[in-house]
């Protein structure tokens, strides 16, 4: 049986315009799953990012750190109806560029994967949304009163794409013949390099650096317009 081609993404920035965590985050509060002042702990970093002084990175950093503190006793239950409604409401909110080329690269074969920082029960959500067929996120486990423990599942193979690239061409048998990989930070690195094609598309400052010293195509969508540099 011939094998499969493969093309890896990235999903918060790349495909979906915005972070699923950041977004989980804050329905959570607004539920009051997740107290008030947990706000005040990312405030700082939201600010200086939104004034253009800080660095986008930190300040989603800042919103996961907050997500692990305090996920810890909260009901599954309670916070993936949370994530339900976000996927429903927000399924639509992505990049033109990455949807298209999602859309053509299905329509020629290609084995779709998502490799995602947020959380698995809400990265599979929008991912099936999107059209991927397999998505891999960070798995919080939670114990026999359905409640989160605060742990997570395999976290360091979940921070090296590479070498979750390599485990599911693995169990899928796909191939790196023709494989494509698209990113936008400098945490898809490796994920870039394990590929043919690699796209750094809407990159940050290192991620950018990067992909003008390896001759990576450098994509950008900015309001209606989609270019390359």
Do not use: C
Request: avoid cysteine; charged fraction near 30%; glycine fraction near 10%.
């Amino acid at each position: 049986m011939e094998k499969r081609p493969v093309a890896a993404f990235d999903i918060d920035g790349t495909v979906f315009r915005s972070s699923l965590t950041l977004e989980l985050v804050e329905r959570l509060i607004e539920k009051g799953i997740f107290p008030e002042e947990s706000r005040a702990l990312y405030e700082r970093e939201r600010a200086r990012w939104l004034d253009r002084e800080g660095d986008y990175q930190a300040y989603v950093d800042k919103v996961v750190e907050v997500f692990q503190k305090q996920i810890k006793g909260v009901p599954f239950a309670a916070v993936a109806d949370a994530a339900g409604e976000i996927i429903e409401e927000k399924k639509n909110r992505v990049y033109r560029y990455t949807r298209d080329l999602i859309k053509d690269l299905k329509g020629k074969g290609y084995y779709l994967l998502a490799i995602s920082h947020s959380p698995k029960f809400i990265a599979d959500g929008f991912g099936y949304e999107a059209g991927f067929d397999k998505v891999y996120g960070f798995f919080f486990t939670s114990g026999p009163s359905g409640n989160f423990t605060g742990d997570v599942e395999d976290g360091d193979l979940i921070q090296n794409k590479s070498a979750i690239l390599q485990r599911a061409m693995r169990k899928e048998g796909l191939t790196f013949e023709g494989s494509i990989g698209v990113g936008d930070t400098e945490s898809d690195i490796p994920l870039l390099e394990s590929v043919e094609t690699a796209i750094a598309f809407n990159p940050n400052g290192a991620l950018y650096a990067h992909a003008k010293r390896r001759g990576w195509k450098i994509v950008v969508e900015r309001k209606d317009v989609v270019y390359e540099i």
